[in-house]
C-alpha cells in the first residue's frame, strides 16, 4: 500500500512538469516554423524585385550624330524676323547659305554653309553639313521606327494638361497642346513622341519640366508641320520631317532639326545641356 502511494505521488508531481516540457517544446517547433516562414518569404521578395529588375527595359535614346551639334539644322531653309535669339550653331544643306535669312547678331554659335553664300559670319563646311543632313535623317528613323509604344493615342491627340511621364508615345493623328503640361521624370529617363501628323501648341502654352527631366533626352518625331503659337514655350529635341515654324515670341530648350525649312519670328532657341 505504502508502495502504491508513494507511485501515486510520484505520478502527480512528474505530470504537470511533463507538461510544462511539451508546451515548451511545441512553443519551440512554432518559432522555428515562423523564422522558417519569415525567412522563405524575405528571399521570395528578394526574388521577385530581382526578376522585376532584371525585366525592367530603359528606353533608349535616339543617336543624333553630328546634327547633335546644331540648334537648328534644316534642309531648305532658316528664316528669321529680327530679333531672334539663337543659342548653339545653325546650318543648312543641300541648299545653298543665301537660304538661311539670320543676322549675325542672331546667333551666339556658328552658322555654317555649303558654299560662299549666306550670313557675313557663315562657315563653309560642306562635307560636314552633309553628314550632319544624314545623322539627321537617320536619327529620324530610329524614332519613328520605335515599336510596343507605352501609350497609343493618349487623349485622342489633344494632350493638354497631362503630365507625361518617360516612355514611348504614338499617335496615328495630329497632336494638339491648348493648354500646358509637364514632362515629370528622372535625369536619365527618355522620353519619345511619335506624331504621325502635325503638332500644335497654343499660344502662351508652356512645356515644363519636373523631377530632374533634361530637354536633350525627349525627342518629338513629327510627320507633319509643327507649329509653336506666339509667347508659348516648349522643351525637347524635334525632329521633323517637314516645317518647324515658332510664331512671334515663342522659345524652345531645344534642337529644331527639319527635313524642310525654318522659320523663326523673333523667337528664342536654345541649345539642351
Not at 507538461?19 to 528578394?46: E, I, P, W
Not at 545653298?96 to 555649303?114: I, K, L, Q
Not at 549666306?118 to 562657315?123: E, I, L, N, Q, V
Request: aromatic share 6%; charged share 10%.
Amino acid at each position: 500500500m505504502l508502495s502504491r502511494s508513494l507511485s501515486n505521488m510520484k505520478i502527480k508531481f512528474f505530470t504537470p512538469i511533463i507538461a510544462l516540457l511539451l508546451v515548451a517544446f511545441m512553443g519551440s517547433c512554432q518559432k522555428d516554423q515562423r523564422d522558417d516562414s519569415t525567412s522563405a518569404n524575405k528571399l521570395n521578395a528578394t526574388a521577385l524585385s530581382s526578376k522585376a529588375n532584371l525585366n525592367a527595359v530603359v528606353l533608349p535614346g535616339i543617336n543624333l550624330g553630328v546634327a547633335g551639334n546644331f540648334s537648328i539644322l534644316s534642309k531648305t531653309g532658316i528664316t528669321s524676323v529680327y530679333k531672334s535669339t539663337i543659342t548653339g550653331d545653325i546650318g543648312t544643306s543641300p541648299i545653298t547659305g543665301a537660304a538661311m535669312v539670320v543676322s549675325c547678331g542672331e546667333v551666339t554659335g556658328n552658322v555654317y554653309s555649303v558654299n560662299a553664300a549666306g550670313p557675313a559670319c557663315k562657315t563653309t563646311s560642306a562635307t560636314m553639313l552633309t553628314a550632319a543632313i544624314g545623322d539627321m535623317q537617320t536619327a529620324y528613323t530610329n524614332a519613328a521606327g520605335r515599336i510596343n509604344p507605352d501609350f497609343l493615342n493618349l487623349g485622342a491627340g489633344t494632350i493638354g494638361g497631362l503630365t507625361l511621364k518617360p516612355g514611348l508615345y504614338k499617335w496615328t493623328s495630329s497632336v494638339k497642346i491648348p493648354t500646358d503640361i509637364a514632362i515629370a521624370g528622372g535625369p536619365n529617363d527618355i522620353w519619345i513622341f511619335q506624331v504621325a501628323g502635325t503638332l500644335k501648341m497654343s499660344s502662351a502654352v508652356r512645356v515644363t519640366l519636373s523631377g530632374g527631366a533634361q530637354a536633350k533626352n525627349i525627342y518629338w518625331q513629327v510627320a507633319g508641320a509643327v507649329t509653336f503659337g506666339t509667347t508659348s514655350h516648349f522643351e525637347g529635341i524635334i525632329l521633323g520631317q517637314t516645317g518647324i515654324n515658332l510664331q512671334t515670341g515663342a522659345s524652345i530648350n531645344g534642337r529644331l532639326l527639319a527635313q524642310t525649312a525654318v522659320t523663326l519670328q523673333m523667337s528664342t532657341v536654345t541649345r539642351p545641356r
